[in-house]
Nanobody, 121 residues
Framework: QVQLVESGGGLVQPGGSLRLSCAVSGSIFVIHTMGWYRQAPGKQRELVATITNGGSTNYADPVKGRFTISRDNAKNTVYLQMNSLKAEDTAVYYC???????????????WGQGTQVTVSS
């Protein structure tokens, strides 16, 4: 099985910074695209940012210029550096990874348990 464990959430004041981490473990042949999504109360889960195993990135418009996604393929870990945080960034942040567990398997999507980010003064 494949497990995703997130860390780094918390309470921060507007304008502050946080760094989220997500480590992928288990039966892994290759990890393709990794990403971060978020879900605010009463809203649907939405894309924040993704990164391919080649390093190509994609960001949602609300976070462009403030958030940076990166990955360490040797550690099977993806990061999200969040700067200039705003109240509207408050949400549960979920890590996602497209994983092949063997050379014969297709890609499957796996999710972390989520980590709370609260931006408030």
């Amino acid at each position: 099985q494949v497990q995703l464990v997130e860390s780094g959430g918390g309470l921060v004041q507007p304008g502050g910074s946080l760094r989220l981490s997500c480590a992928v473990s288990g039966s892994i042949f290759v990890i393709h695209t990794m990403g971060w999504y978020r879900q605010a109360p009463g809203k649907q889960r939405e894309l924040v940012a993704t990164i391919t195993n080649g390093g190509s990135t994609n960001y949602a418009d609300p976070v462009k210029g403030r958030f940076t996604i990166s990955r360490d393929n040797a550690k099977n870990t993806v990061y999200l550096q969040m700067n200039s945080l705003k109240a509207e960034d408050t949400a549960v942040y979920y890590c996602n990874a497209e994983v092949r567990v063997s050379i014969l398997s297709g890609r499957n999507n796996y999710w972390g348990q989520g980590t709370q980010v609260t931006v408030s003064s």
